[in-house]
């Protein structure tokens, strides 16, 4: 951790315009969202489309450098998982040799909870609470065979804990030639969160026969895994401790999660509508 | 539903290169994957700025001129969430006047669903079975009163079956007013599936050893919706029959897709990794 709490800088690309009470620019907020969403969202501009595009990947904030950095430290963002020959290639042409402008693919990276329906009496009111987090930065191919096993082992652990030491490694040589893992040098970052009950407008608050007639409150939600279901070729007779401890550690904080952004208020409840 | 399996043309910006196997151009398929997402994730570029962005947002695919469409009809995709001014600033200036290009706003739109984790013998063939779609459209604000109310309505069920008239409706002026629906025409789209259990390489599943160490296998995943918990102005004692009976209607409906994403083999499984 940290001695302080670190921001990234407020830029026009990144600052939260809209309800900025429930904005963070906190580290620690942001990366935490990023590292405990099982997929992110990655954006990047194309030549000759019409149209920006997406790509959900998988992604965990490291240091390579200092890998006990903790999650409020200035980290990096590795991606790996679907990746298109687009991004690779787009990621491994941009060194900005060229240009001389700042090494490595612009993109916009999204990771996003869903935490529950808030269900209020006129449908503008309705909202979920949720917790997101958007990362803008340069990305490059990651070369260095060190920091591609660092960062192997990182995005595996990063979808089952413990996970990586378990399985058959390190990768062979056909593997590592295989896989792509790109780099995130991140610029700038913002997180927006919003927990707590529904908050209508005083008019329908005060509108007996509405207040009689329409529930209110919240639906917690959050992902939940179920049974371990063996493979074709799985020898083993049940999964191991560790998966099953993931497994429950996993469903119980996502279960809290959930039932506390209903219940908690909101730290800073500025906003009125919650359209 | 139409008499014919209609699909997206394949353009160069939309066509999926890695994996084929696993994907399908089919509107039912693509518009099945949005509709069933709470939220989805806009992108689009901005301009001065040297990084596309991403906004987390709710969305429902519909037809106004047909509201009795089908999901597998040619729809259009209404968009409401936390619209920043920059993205309805953008698609109200987008009005193609200017240029003789088309109308409105150039954006791509993801819609995901994890549905397990699936663990095997090396990291590199780990995977996650998912549904996956991707949409490119031009959108433009959505200035009809009646088009406007039609896609409030769907937006809202679009969260809870059947919450919007058993809600304060119509809107007022004011909420008319202050609410901005976006309208895309949907240019292109595919999706990407991922099912079944983890495929390692011969080598892997012939190495007597690592059988008999490494749990192989599917950990199914999936949203889950908890009890409903009243808000500080509840006066019902209790959450209506069409809140319950949508929870346990989603509750039993993505637990069964993710086991059966598990258990189903793939399609078309010509992919040999799953890196």
């Known amino acids: ?34 590292n405990t969403c099982p997929i992110v969202h990655v954006s990047f501009t194309v030549p000759n489309s019409p149209f920006p595009t997406i790509l959900p990947m998988i992604g965990q904030m490291g240091s390579f450098a200092r890998p006990s950095a903790d999650t409020g430290d200035v980290l990096e963002l590795y991606l790996h998982g679907y990746v298109s020959s687009r991004i690779i290639n787009m990621s491994r042409s941009a060194n900005g040799e060229s240009s001389g402008q700042e090494e490595g693919l612009p993109i916009c990276v999204a990771a996003s909870h869903v935490d529950g329906l808030v269900l209020a009496l006129t449908p503008n009111s309705h909202s979920y609470n949720y917790r997101s987090a958007v990362l803008f930065g340069h990305a490059t191919l990651v070369t260095d065979v060190d920091e591609k096993l660092y960062a192997m082992e990182l995005i595996t652990n990063g979808v089952v804990r413990d996970r990586y030491r378990h ?54 939600m959050h992902y939940t895994m179920g049974e371990p279901l063996p493979g074709p070729y799985n020898r083993l007779e049940e999964a191991p401790k560790y998966i099953k401890e993931f497994r429950d550690d996993f469903n119980r904080d996502s279960k809290d999660v959930a039932t506390e952004a209903a219940t908690k208020p909101m730290k800073a409840a500025k906003a009125k509508h919650d359209d």
């Open 1 to 34: 951790m940290p001695t302080v709490d670190l921001e990234y800088p407020k830029q026009p690309y990144s600052k939260v315009n809209r309800y900025d009470s429930r904005a963070s620019y906190a580290l620690e907020t942001i990366h935490g969202i990023v």
């Open 167 to 220: 399985t058959r490694v390190p990768p062979n040589a056909a593997e590592m030639q295989s896989t792509s893992v790109l780099r995130v040098r991140i610029s700038a970052g913002s997180a927006k969160v919003r927990s707590g009950m529904p908050n209508d407008d005083r008019a329908d608050k005060e509108d007996e026969a509405l207040l009689d007639r329409v529930w209110t409150g919240v639906v917690p």
